[in-house]
């Protein structure tokens, strides 16, 4: 997804699906346990069952599965089953029923948590049945690498399932262009190329700022999406670009270490060279816009940050969640993320 896909990435790198945050309700329940539990969704029959590939689960514990409408977190919702783990926090099960009540949903939360030592976690998935391929991990992702202005777009295709068939579609910003407008069918070989990078922007989107692009296939039920901005460009400008830089990707960052309405510490990647950064930090669900400054960086010429350590603005202290962003006045770059406002460390990339 791909561990990082726990935390929120910088708006660019669009995935099939998105982790929720983690973390325990009674710290030191635990004495020898460190981090927190987390999983990802490997496989889902829709309206039927959902497999789950959990990581760094408490020893010995117990856990309540519940599933509920998307965006509740899966609190509150319908108990599914109940599974232990073992001395080395391996659950007993990891396929668990979509309940009655939530057939037909497009998105479905899903939530582990311990009524014993309080530690949980939850994610949830698109309710529609993906398969599993052998010797296929993770998820398939795109940068755009191209723009002709209300032309064409080509994109840059990462870990794409092998031998198989997707369907192009183009949309309106802020759609995940779904339902879009089907501009081609591309094909993948053995070692998950793509048959074809270049697609046509279709008439009755010219003229848009910014256009939605989504690659989903109709076998495997595997997709990814991006967006794009639609001015003439090369170098790969989507997402976390306002402005035209000969820079590969996009900054991003995981949250590393939290200390209690104090400071947040994060360890940043591919953020390009010689720049400079305003950080903000705002309530959840902001992305960190408008928010407090709380510093300014700068960049090297190898793209590191001259500090990764900033402090928690009094005026969020006692938030439960807090959302941090790193954006270039300069470049038009910026990533965020969020994290949880207790102390903690966590092991990231």
Known sequence: ???????????????????????????GATPSYTGYPY????????????????????????????????????????????????????????????????????????RLQSPTTGYYAYNWFWNNTVVSIPGYTGYPYFYITTVVQDT???????????????????????????GGIEVDTVTTDAGGNLSKTTFNIPAALAGRTKIAIRLESPTSGYYAYN????????????GGSSVVLPWPGYPYFYVSDVVRDTSVTIKPHNFPPNDTYMVTMNYFGTLGIG????????????????????????????QTRIAIRLQSSTTGYYAYNWFWNFTASVSVP
């Open 39 to 110: 999983f990802y969704i490997s496989s889902v029959v829709a309206d039927t069952s959902v497999t789950i590939s959990p990581y760094n689960f408490p020893p010995n514990d117990t856990f309540s599965v519940t599933m509920n409408y998307y965006g509740t977190y899966g609190v509150g919702g319908w108990v599914v089953d109940t599974v232990t783990t073992d001395a080395s926090g391996t659950l007993s099960k990891t396929t668990f029923n979509i309940p009655a009540g939530l057939a037909g949903q497009t998105r479905i939360a899903i």
């Open 1 to 27: 997804m791909k561990r990082w896909w726990r935390f929120v990435l910088a708006g660019v790198i669009a995935l099939s699906v998105a982790l929720g945050g983690v973390g325990p309700l009674a710290q």
């Open 291 to 318: 928010g407090w400054v709380v510093d300014t960086v700068t960049t090297d010429a190898s793209g590191n940050l001259s500090s990764t350590t900033f402090t928690i603005p009094p005026g969020l202290a006692g």
């Open 152 to 178: 064409s777009v080509t994109i840059d295709p990462h870990n794409f399932t092998p031998n198989d068939t997707y369907k192009v579609l183009m949309g309106e910003y802020g759609t995940l262009s779904i």
């Open 227 to 238: 967006w794009f901005w639609n001015n003439t460009t090369s170098g790969g400008t989507s």
